[in-house]
């Protein structure tokens, strides 16, 4: 499933100053010491090792120019060549948009030939270096290239990237800004670049791609004059590049974007990065990283354990990212200008993903955000009269299924988290359900979609189910008792999709018939019953009434019975145009992919906790590691991390909107989380370890728990949680 690689000096440098820390007092213990950005960066996990400010506006990292769905982020572990520095990357995703305005130092002449091609080009020009040449640690980057000597060092603030290029002795200083040669996949359809003078370039990106029409307007303030320039638009309009001369042996450059204007990019770049003190910038920054990362303090035995932990709450923290500028402005949907009046307007909105984990975690450590985010999501609405189901850079790229704005707003609402208006807020939730969209029609007509007009109906209903239950649960707080009524029993159409006979969900014709044939292992990428798996993972997508689902089954034991098999299914998966998201198999359980998060937690409602825990182990020990490859499928943007997070810690938002969240099996042996300012709650396990996975019993307070789960309000209002952990199960716990 994970093919090991070797690990590299540099971490083995950050394991040892993470394990080192862990012997001081925890005063003076640096937590962003015990974070590895290389984590993921191999295998499928699609992540990024460059500099960024948490949630911020610049994801600044370097791009290997290699096409592949293994470089969505721009970066893979197992490239060696540098085609730039870009300032915008997407964490984790399946998709390779952004990577925009890069960097490049070279110490040779450059020409640009017109109708040059991509490759050409990075033949070229582009760097080569070794891992033991890059440094990667919270909002830091360094990478020194081996075929010029020039090294290359980065670091962030929350709107501006901060560039130091350090040129060697009898080299030219030569600085490529590259806007059209592509290193990732979208297509730019106008640029420009501008000398304004001779330590400011400013210009514009304009392009098509997964972000329907992107427009990044940038602005560049240089540390020492430009001495000479070259200017071309080597394809047309849409491939403007630029070379620059410098005279001096270290040049930094200071960098702002904006969505809006030149204007805006350059007071965003001044207004968040006035000095070129590099090192205070750099550790202002890591400090941000410091300070979110304390948010949650755990204490453990294994150092590894730490890094894995403290990586991934950092990853969690890598996106949504900031879209509006420093006066509010941003780019609206349709392209006009818009302004975010008092709030932070967020973009990369990986809903289908992170509703399920991500979203619930920003509620426990991030409401001021969690506030924003949501305002974010209803000025979506406002602008298109739905609420977004994938937002990217002011663009709705209508990707993956289901409504899934709706649980994140409504886990907000029903929390008691923010100012938004809650009446215009359930108002976006009920229109957006009643949009007939993607057999939402359908949906409302008949109760389900027929999989012979709607494609991949099952992952739809399915998930669509999940929001119509958090619509009538927000009604049913507002007084709105017959819309409650309405969306609770659409909630319950995943009882259409029930095959009494192969005990499945499976897909349904027009004529009420099931699709045939039918395997429960088969998966196809397109044209499914199913999104990125089979009826094997989507049997237990009701997360919304897992009672309901008991029942459908026969019962707690034939239900247990039948979870079970999923586990120890021989072939999983079958099909040769089965989704390459579908990784991190256990039986047919697919850990790398999203809609399966929740399901080992779903013996705890069958009298069978402990083969939850058995489970939760099993994958926190050999899903998630210290190296390269340590990600079992996609971050995407966060919710992969989330899972890791919630579940060292010993619990999980089985449904994110129910305001409970459900025992699985804590590894680390504390987790102190700061839920407001001075408030904590800690969770205690002195005797978790790998072995000791089975709880023997907890504590809440002093008061023994005989339940499987602890209620928001009880982590909110801050005390103690206390596990007893075991080496053998305890078959009878929560019966």
């Known amino acids: 499933m994970i093919k090991p690689i070797s690990f590299f000096t540099g971490t083995l440098l950050l394991l040892s100053a993470c394990a080192s820390s862990a012997t001081k007092q925890v005063k003076q213990e640096r937590l962003t010491d015990c974070v590895n950005p290389f984590i993921g960066t191999a295998y499928h996990g699609h992540t990024y090792p460059g500099a960024v400010f948490p949630f911020g506006q610049i994801q600044l990292s370097p791009d290997n120019g290699t096409q592949g769905w293994d470089w969505c982020s721009g970066y893979h572990y197992s490239d060696s060549i540098v085609a730039g520095f870009s300032h915008m990357h997407l964490s984790g995703t399946g998709i390779g948009d952004l990577a925009d305005i890069s960097f490049l130092p070279v110490t040779t002449d450059v020409n640009f030939t017109e109708g040059e091609k991509n490759s050409d080009f990075v033949s070229r020009y582009a760097g080569r270096y070794s891992h033991s040449q890059e440094v990667a640690n919270p909002g830091y980057y360094a990478m020194t290239l081996k075929n010029n000597g020039v090294k290359a060092e980065f670091t962030v603030t929350e709107r501006a990237g901060l560039h130091r290029y350090s040129f060697p002795e009898g080299s030219q200083n030569n600085l490529i800004i590259n806007l059209g040669f592509a290193i990732n996949w979208d297509k730019p359809y106008q640029t420009s670049i501008q000398l304004v003078d001779s330590s400011l370039v400013t210009g514009s990106r304009l392009s098509h791609g997964w972000a329907a029409d992107q427009h990044v307007y940038f602005a560049v303030r240089f540390s020492a004059p430009v001495s000479g320039s070259g200017i071309s638009n080597v394809g047309g309009e849409g491939r403007s590049v630029a070379f620059l001369k410098f005279s001096k042996k270290q040049v930094m450059a200071k960098v702002g974007v904006s969505s809006v204007s030149i204007e805006n990019a350059l007071a965003n770049l001044d207004v968040s990065l006035p000095g070129w003190d590099f090192e205070t910038t750099r550790k202002a920054a890591s400090d941000a990283w410091e300070k979110e990362l304390s948010k949650i303090r755990i204490q453990t035995n294994d150092t590894r354990q730490k890094t894995i932990f403290y990586t991934s709450l950092y990853h969690t923290m890598v996106a949504p990212a900031l879209f509006s500028d420093s006066n509010g402005e941003f780019k609206g949907v349709k392209g006009d200008l818009q302004k975010a009046g008092g709030y932070n307007r967020y973009t990369v909105f990986s809903l289908w993903d992170t509703y399920r984990a991500l979203h619930p975690l920003f509620t426990l450590t991030q409401q001021p955000k969690v506030n924003d985010m949501v305002k974010s999501m209803l000025d979506h609405y406002r602008q298109t009269g739905l609420l977004p189901l994938w937002e990217l850079e002011g663009n709705e790229t209508f990707c993956m299924v289901g409504n899934h704005s709706i649980p994140v707003i409504a886990e907000a609402l029903l929390k008691g988290i923010g100012d938004f208006d809650h009446q215009l807020a359930f108002e976006a939730m009920k229109v957006t359900s009643m949009h007939d969209r993607d057999g939402m029609g359908l949906y409302d007509k008949l109760g389900y979609m027929p999989a012979d007009k709607v494609q991949q109906s099952v992952a739809k209903s399915l998930e669509v189910a999940i929001d119509d239950w958090c619509v009538a649960a927000v009604a049913q707080k507002l007084g709105k008792t017959a819309d409650a009524a309405y969306f609770g029993k659409r909630a319950e159409s995943f009882r259409a999709y029930f095959d009494k006979e192969t005990r499945f ?105 402990w083969r939850t825990q058995e489970l939760n182990r099993q994958i926190q020990t050999t899903m998630y590691t210290d190296k390269p490859d340590g990600l079992c499928g996609n971050e995407d943007c966060g919710q992969m991390s989330a899972w890791y997070v919630f579940s060292a810690m010993g619990f999980y938002p089985v449904n994110p909107s129910d305001l409970t969240y459900q025992f699985g099996s804590p590894l680390v042996q504390e987790a102190k989380l700061e839920v407001k300012p001075g408030k904590y709650f800690t969770v205690k396990a002195p005797n978790a370890s790998v072995a000791n996975k089975y709880i023997h019993g907890v504590k809440l307070n002093g008061q023994v728990l005989n339940r499987t789960f602890i209620t928001h309000q009880e982590i909110m209002d801050g005390g103690t949680l206390e596990f007893t952990m075991g080496s053998e199960p305890n078959k009878n716990l929560f019966k």
Do not use: C
């Open 505 to 609: 969900m499976r897909g349904k014709l027009s004529n009420g018939q099931w699709t045939t044939p039918f395997d429960p292992a088969f998966s196809k990428h397109e044209g499914s019953d199913y999104t990125e798996g089979n009826g094997w993972q989507y049997l237990w997508l009701v997360p919304q009434n897992v009672p309901g689902l008991i029942d459908l089954l026969g019962g707690k034991e034939p239900f247990a019975d039948k979870l079970d098999q999923l586990f120890k299914v021989e072939e999983g998966v079958k099909g040769k145009e089965a989704s390459s998201d579908i990784s991190g198999l256990i039986g047919a359980y697919a850990h790398g992919n999203e809609p399966g998060h929740h399901t080992t937690f779903l013996f705890n409602y069958a009298g069978r906790a």
